[in-house]
Structure formats: C-alpha cells, structure tokens
C-alpha cells in the first residue's frame, strides 16, 4: 500500500510538472505573439487600455495606448497598453510655443533612422537618459551608460561634457588637472551636459542653428496605417534657434527633460540631432553603403558609424576613413563616391574589433579621427564604448609632449569605480618583449588588453603603465 500510495504522489507530481511546463509553452506562445505586433508581455498579463484620456499621474507608460489618444481614425483597431518599469516622458506646457511635428516629419523621422516606418524604439532605449554618477566623486564628471544600442550616444555626450570640463570653462589653461573633475557638483553636471548637447546641435546645425525635440500633453497629428504610433513621436514638438548661447540656455532650463528617469532622454537628444542636421542634408552626408542611421544587431537597434560621425564632425559620414573615395581597389570609378571624413573635430575617434582583426576586415581609421583638436577620443572597443583622454592641452599639438604623458580611461560602466590612469611611452619600445610567465605567446594583440591595442592605433609601439589597476578590456 505504502509503495502504491508513492507511485500515486510520484505521478500526481509528475501531471503537476507537466502542466506547468505546459502553461509556460502557452506563456512563451502569447509572448512571442503580443513582441511580434511591438508589445510587451508583464507578469503574464496585457492590459487593453480603457481610458484613452488617463492622467499623467497614474505612473503607466502610455507606449501602447489605442489610437484614439492620437485622434484615431474611424474604424481603427484599438491597441493595448501595456505597463513598462519606467515613468512616462517628462512633458512640457504647449504654451513653451514650438512647431508641432507633423506626420510627414515623424515619416522622414523613421526613414532616416529605422529605413521603415513600422519600427519603433523598444524598451531599452526608451529607458536610456544620461544619468550622472554622485557628485563630488571620483566620477563625479561621468555618465553611467549600461550596455546596449544608446550607449554609442551616451558616451559621445560624455566625450563632451569631459571637453566642457577640462577645457571650455578653463579657456585659460593648458593643463587641467583630474581632481577638477572630481570636485564637480550637481548644478555643474547640469550645465555640462547643457553645454554637451548645444556643441553636437550645433555644429550638425553648421553652426548657423539648432533645434531641441521636447514633449507635450497632446498629439499634434492623427497617424494612418502605414505608421505604428508610439505614443512619444507623435506628441513632440520642435524648438528652432539661431543663436548658440539661445540653444544652451533652453537645453539648461529643460535639463531634466534629458538627465531623469523616464526623460527618454537619448531619444530626444537624438531626434534633436536630426532635426538640427535636417533630413536633406543628412540624405547627402550618407552614400549608397548607409541608407539610415540605426542598424538592428542581435535584436537590437544600433548605431552606425555615420551616426557617431554625425556626433562627432557634424555630418553623418558613413566612413571613418579621410575624405571621400571615388575609386575601388582596382582603380575602378564607382557609381557613386564613398563618403569619409573630411575636417578635423574637438573630439576624435579610435577603433579596436578583435573579431573584425582576425577576419582581417579592420576599418581603417584616418588622421581627421586619430588627431582631434582636443586630446579626448570616443573609442569603440570590441563592440563596446568608452573614453579615453589627457588634462594636456598640448598633447596633440607639442611633438615633445607626446614622449611620455597619461591618459585617462573610463568606460560608463557601472562596475568601474574610479578613473583608470594609464601612463604611455612611446620611445621605449619593449611592449613586443617575450611574454612574461604569466602570458601567452603569439600574436601581441591576443596577448595584451584591447584598450592597449586601441592606443597603439594612435601611438605606435608604446608601453603602457596601468599604474596598479588591474588591466581590462
């Protein structure tokens, strides 16, 4: 009986098992069924939306809402809402003034990004905002970036806020020192990020105007059916300016709308770029090998290289090499004239792939990116971002300066605690010596980091001192 009774629990526990596992198939079903039509699935439930009116603060995101919130044409189907983790976008009073964007603007918006106008930002990158790490810290001047498709914007920003630290309001000095950038309080924070956001408009703008994307209470246009409503786009409106210092101002005064949870902030500051570029000139800046500026990479939307370009030189070259290139290895005209860099910027750019090395198809990164104007470098290493720079102003434009002098890392990770220091040598030459004990013989870039491998693209050969930190990257 004792045996029977075993048997009995033992396949009553199995029928359990089965059916758990059977209702988690079930749940993976629906979730791939709500992710495909560009919704999220929440503790098992999706919600249909009841008020299309509900208030600002009740905490849920509005991604999701039916379209009559948009003024939805009859006889449309109704969406769902669906409750995200963060608050719903800051939003400013219509009567700031602005333009309303229009649903042919929204269009263009899509095109030029997406390629499509049935994509939309997912979860990700609508939590993205440029966070700053605690004041008066050893990283009090940083911005927390996580991985993912915004960082690439993320750390272009924090490349420069640091120029703004080190070198815009100490227009006076040639060297700064790190201690400045650790003694900087929150209202510093915020204008430096002001300062960061107004440069890159800026100088997209050709440095004759700029314009800031802020969102309202209310749709300005009703969508049709070939545009998916994201509940965000659809209620921006557009701030025009011809003055620089009008630009910092407004952005100083709206901070929050950028710099807080929820703020959507590096879409935003995204759209801004564009609409500070235009659409026009952003269709000339791009050649036949970028038709847009975001690409979908492992289910995620990153940034081209003609975006960071744009962030940095003020025109969204798609290449990284010098100039433009009218011809292929064989010394056959192309049908159409492969865009590169074509003016030295404040801040540079260095490149590092492991992978693309071994398939020997490492881009070629020209003198316009390697020597900016100012001694900082937005570094793409192994897929990844990050900052390198020197308090030096001189670095770049004094040969003797570039014997021996330190640079400064920091990759927007939350797990780094404090400014990595790295002291470079670039006449003594023994980085290539047989490996110590602890190493692995071979080729030098599989046995050194990556971030030393991402200098010496700059400064051939050099020795690199991590002064006691441990080697990363």
Sequence with gaps: MEENADSTEHAYHSGELNDIASRICDLDKWREIFNSRGLELKDGMVKKHQDSHKSEEDGEDTVGKPLSSCNKPHGQLSSFSVPYSIPNALLVSPSLGGMPVTLEMAVDLRMILFGSTFHIFNYEWKKSYFKFREPFSDLSYALEAERGGARAIQMAIQANIIKYLLYTRNKDTDNSHLQSLHEVTEKEQEKALAAALTDI???????????????????????????????????????????????????????QCFKVEGSHGVILFLYSLIFSRRIDRLREDLDATTPHLLNMSLGNFVCRQALVNLMLTGRASPNMFNGNVQYNAQGELLAQPLHGVLSRSDVGYLHWNREQLEQDKLPTVGSMLKTPKLPIWLCFINGTYSVIFSTNRSLLSDWKMEHLFDLYFYNGQPSQKNTVQLTIDTHSHHWEEDPSPGKVAGDPEKRFPSVEMTIRSKWQGAAIDWNGTVPFF
């Design 201 to 255: 408009l800026w100088a997209a703008g050709e440095g004759q105007g700029s314009s800031v994307c802020l969102v309202t209470p209310d749709c300005s246009f009703s969508p049709n059916l070939d545009y998916k409503v994201d509940n965000f786009t659809e209620k921006m409106q557009l701030y025009n300016f011809t003055d620089k210092e009008d630009t910092w101002k407004f952005l100083y005064e709206h901070i």
